[in-house]
């Protein structure tokens, strides 16, 4: 008889109900659509955080799709296979690195809306001040060597930790730490030592 | 996940995510990343070639090439050079096709990645003096009186044979066969038809035009209909609106209201009928509008798996109405339309679950009235 699952839009996707990511790694194409279903909506916004939106839509697919080909080479003991996907959009990346140069100026050039407080003046400071900032950490970001970068963003956007990103980059943790130390120097040096996180909030990419 | 740092010193990690954060991705840009991603991996591998064996590999592949287009020139169409869409099976796609949804992919997103797949699908190409062959198929339920013991539920089959002229509007010739393959629903139907001497009824054709005069053989078609949501035709489907929430005022404005069903029902049912009626009539864009328009139904809810209708699987997206479901059935691996389903609910007179009505529709175009291929 047929039964039907309460599903709409707030439902959470069903993780668990169709095997383990290694289960679907070593699965076929259709359950590599299971693991896309799980994982998918991260990684975009990881990569899109670099690349752009439109972009990376085509990374992303391009990421199951290199996965699903190099999947005899997914270690079975993992329990999650995001940091491996991770890497992979990671490695795609280094390929668009001109879009992503192109996103960081582009971004530099646009002063981001902002909420900010009551009174005009300190909403024009606020507004100057997340200007600058976004031109520094664009500028920082493009400047700096692609290591640190990647290990930057795997920790910042795609909230990994140093395990995760030293498996996703396939180099040692502490490797992982030293890159990120410098990375987070790098943005540091640049950016006032007053600078107000809160002045960011309201930033749109 | 990382928790090294304390929160005071993350305030260059909290500007940086702040500058580069982006939305999440709606479900529109997940159907295109599934699609593209499945798409690429069904693609067979490109061949590694060096030096001559590459000459040689690049002529094997455009004589195969040529001969592939040829078929697919030639066969739909009798000779027509405009790609005409074969009505059963759909497209031919290379390798393994994979499904584009999974077996447990949510109603929403599974209409918003086969309207996301819908490029290859392309509407009959009629030529004047062609004639568009619809074949429909399917069962139902209903009740006969056997006196004191109420009704007995018997299950029957129909099919529908018809030729249309111009792009599918004036009925040309059609026949119908009602009560194929009748039997009791239950074991207690056939005691009830047995104990009060009812048999089940029997297949009877009506046909139109009648050639013989017996009115009991008349098909009673009043033509011309307009075109519309219950009689698409080529260039009516062609007309609609791509946009989804205009494509669904259609179906809203066209399902009505009444007291027994809530509105997003009927306009659901509506849409399903439509679509599987005009499966073959569908331009890509139309196609794409039709599935996004029934996403935005509030209720609409997938029947885990896949279910079978005239013996192909198929995604059952649904909309609940009082005591029964109107599913539609959509092919996971082209995007086309299977069918159409009623299936009981809770409260219905049978049990949950029971599929009481399905019906399907192939077309095609043909080169004279009577032939199906």
């Known amino acids: ?205 | 996940m990382n928790t090294q740092q304390a929160p005071d010193e993350r305030h260059e990690i909290a500007l940086l995510r702040s500058i580069l954060d982006t939305p999440a991705p709606d479900n529109g840009s997940l159907a295109r990343m599934r699609a593209k991603a499945l798409r690429s991996m069904q693609a067979p591998p490109a061949p590694r070639y060096r030096g001559r064996v590459v000459l040689v590999a690049a002529s094997v592949t455009l004589v195969a090439g040529l001969g592939i287009a040829i078929a697919i020139a030639v066969q739909p169409t009798n000779g027509d050079s405009s790609f005409a869409l074969p009505t059963s099976g759909g497209p031919v796609r290379p390798g393994n096709p994979a499904p584009l949804v999974g077996a447990d992919t949510p109603a929403r997103e599974a209409l918003i990645t086969l309207a996301a797949h819908t490029g290859d699908l392309r509407p009959l190409a009629v030529r004047p003096g062609q004639f568009v062959y619809s074949h429909m198929r399917g069962q139902g339920m209903h009740g006969i009186p056997v006196g004191a013991d109420g009704e007995a539920q018997v299950v029957s089959e129909d099919e529908t044979k018809a030729w249309f002229a111009a792009d599918g509007l004036r009925t040309v010739r059609m026949e119908m066969a009602t009560n194929l393959n009748a039997r009791p629903w239950t074991d207690a139907d056939a005691r009830k038809l047995a104990g009060n001497g009812k048999s089940l009824p029997k297949p009877h054709t009506q046909v139109y035009p009648n050639p013989n005069g017996d009115p009991k053989e008349q098909l009673p078609v009043s033509e011309p209909k307009e075109p519309g949501v219950d009689h698409p035709t080529l260039s009516w489907v062609a007309s609609l609106p791509t946009d989804p929430e205009q494509l669904l005022a259609v179906f809203r404005a066209a399902a009505g209201t009444n007291t027994k069903h809530d509105a997003d029902y009927l306009t659901f049912k509506t849409a399903a009928s439509f679509a599987a009626r005009a499966d073959a009539l569908l331009t890509p864009a139309v196609r794409t509008a039709l599935y996004q328009a029934i996403a935005l139904l509030p209720g609409i809810r997938r029947v885990p798996g896949q279910v079978d209708l005239t013996g192909r699987a198929g995604v059952a997206i649904g909309r609940d109405g009082d005591r029964f479901r109107s599913e539609i059935i959509l092919d996971p691996v082209t995007s086309r339309v299977i069918g159409t389903r009623m299936v009981a609910t809770a409260g219905a007179d049978v049990p949950a679950g029971t599929v009481i009505a399905w019906s399907s529709t192939d077309q095609v175009v043909v080169d004279s009235v009577g032939a199906t291929s």
């Open chain 1, 1 to 205: 008889m047929t039964s039907l699952r309460s599903v709409g839009d707030s439902d959470p996707p069903a993780v668990g109900l169709s095997g383990s990511d290694a289960e679907l790694v070593a699965g076929d194409a259709e359950q590599f659509g299971v693991l896309f279903d799980r994982y998918a909506g991260v990684l975009h916004r990881y990569c899109a955080g670099r690349v752009g939106a439109g972009v990376a839509e085509d990374v992303v697919a391009d990421v199951f799709c290199l996965a699903f080909k190099q999947r005899d080479r997914y270690d079975a003991g993992r329990v999650n296979a995001l940091p491996w996907l991770y890497g992979i959009a990671t490695n795609l990346l280094r390929r668009r690195w001109r879009q992503e140069v192109a996103r960081y100026r582009a971004m530099a050039k646009v002063v981001p809306p902002l909420a900010g407080g009551d009174e005009p003046a300190q909403r024009a400071v606020e507004r100057t001040d997340a200007a600058e900032y976004v031109r520094l950490i664009t500028s920082a970001l493009e400047q700096m060597p692609r290591r640190q970068r990647d290990v930057l963003l795997l920790f910042a956007l795609a909230d990994l930790d140093y395990a995760e990103i030293a498996t996703a980059l396939g180099i040692p943790a502490g490797t992982v730490r030293s890159a990120l130390h410098r990375a987070r120097k790098r943005l540091r040096d640049v950016l006032p030592a007053d600078a107000n996180v809160s002045a960011s909030q309201e930033m749109t990419s």
